[in-house]
């Protein structure tokens, strides 16, 4: 007796996502440098001490200190303090750019990656959903704090509207942004915020730039208003995508399945338990009636050993896909 094979391509192609995920260096706060000097700051990060024009100059005071009392995890967080020079309240900062006060007016002041320079410019080349970070806060007569952060390529500023010619306009270059201002009243107990980052289009980021204040009102504020900061960090929509499968023809008969090797592709953060399942598509490639063909318990990338069953149709159209039990997801290839 004759037996029939059934021949099956399945059309699982390689696919380009950029599935590196970033994250913010040194986010924890933890490393620092020039410690005890007036140039104290969390390495990859800056303060006034180490800016350009007044920022930086020996009368401006010093608006960042690390903290060991009372961190929200880990050994260190960051002290940002506004201070006081000439009568005229010092914003306190941290930033992944540099502080730049061309003069002593205020509204002149701003913060700038320096795109060919590794000390102040943050390489970041990912899209986040949102910038999470922890805070504790002390208010002086209505003072509130800002956090915000930028996407961006080449060389960005902020506020990005030039004063007075101080910087040229690099609106272009922003890719998302995420900002955040706290409420006026101080906050004594550690506090998690998310903020989402709204993008302007579709391209691949070179930098972020992220600026921390204790005094929101760039024209304003109050000396000794105080934020501290920890565990900085970004977050990314849990995703699965179907990685390259070889070879791509299969054969099965009426009572012999064949084995194939699925590799996926975990992007974003699963929790434990989290289950991922592959489907085959019946031989035009549709979902309607997917069959289940194996699943493995994962938080990272990996690969399913599955099989595809018996007395599958002949067809040219096959195609994989993952349903994903945590979080719900669903994606062909």
């Known amino acids: 007796m004759k037996k029939t094979s059934a021949f099956l391509l399945i059309m699982a192609m390689a696919l380009n996502y950029a599935f590196a995920q970033t994250t913010i260096a040194n986010g924890g706060l933890e490393n620092w440098t020039a410690v005890g000097q007036a140039t ?22 010093q608006t960042c200190y690390r903290e060991a009392s009372n961190p929200h995890t880990g050994t260190y967080c960051a002290r940002v303090v506004s201070g006081s020079t000439f009568g005229i309240v010092v914003n306190g900062s941290l930033t992944t750019g540099r502080v730049e006060a061309p003069s002593t007016n205020k509204p002149e002041g701003y913060i ?4 060919n320079d590794p000390a102040f410019g943050m390489a970041f080349t990912a899209r986040p959903d949102s910038l999470i970070f922890w805070y504790r806060y002390t208010s002086v007569s209505g003072d509130y704090p800002r956090v915000e952060a930028r996407l961006h390529v080449g060389n960005a500023y902020t506020p990005e509207t030039p004063v007075n ?4 306009d690099s609106t272009i270059n922003i890719i998302a942004r ?8 101080s906050v004594s107990g550690w506090t ?13 980021p070179q930098f972020i730039l992220i600026t921390t204040t204790s005094s929101g009102d760039q024209t304003g504020g109050a000396a000794n208003s105080t934020l501290w900061l920890d565990d900085f960090d970004v977050y990314y929509q849990p995703a699965v995508f179907v990685g390259t499968i070889s070879p791509t023809t299969y054969y099965v008969s009426a009572t012999s399945g064949s084995a194939i090797n699925i590799p996926f592709i975990l992007q974003g953060q699963f929790t434990a338990g989290n289950t991922v399942t592959a489907q085959l598509s019946d031989s035009s490639g549709s979902f309607a009636n997917a069959v289940n063909i194996g699943s493995a318990i994962a938080t990272t990338s990996g690969s399913i050993t599955a099989t595809i069953p018996a007395a599958s149709s002949n067809g040219i159209a096959y195609r994989n896909a993952f349903s994903n039990l945590y979080p719900s997801a669903h994606f062909h290839c």
């Open 112 to 115: 700038r990656t320096i795109a």
């Open 165 to 168: 010619g101080n910087h040229p």
């Open 40 to 61: 104290e700051e969390p390495q990859f990060w800056n303060s006034n001490k180490t800016g350009g024009g007044q920022a930086g100059s020996s009368f401006a005071p």
């Open 178 to 185: 995420a900002q955040w201002t706290g409420a006026t009243a």
């Open 192 to 204: 998690r915020v998310s903020i989402p980052f709204v993008y302007v289009d579709s391209r691949t």
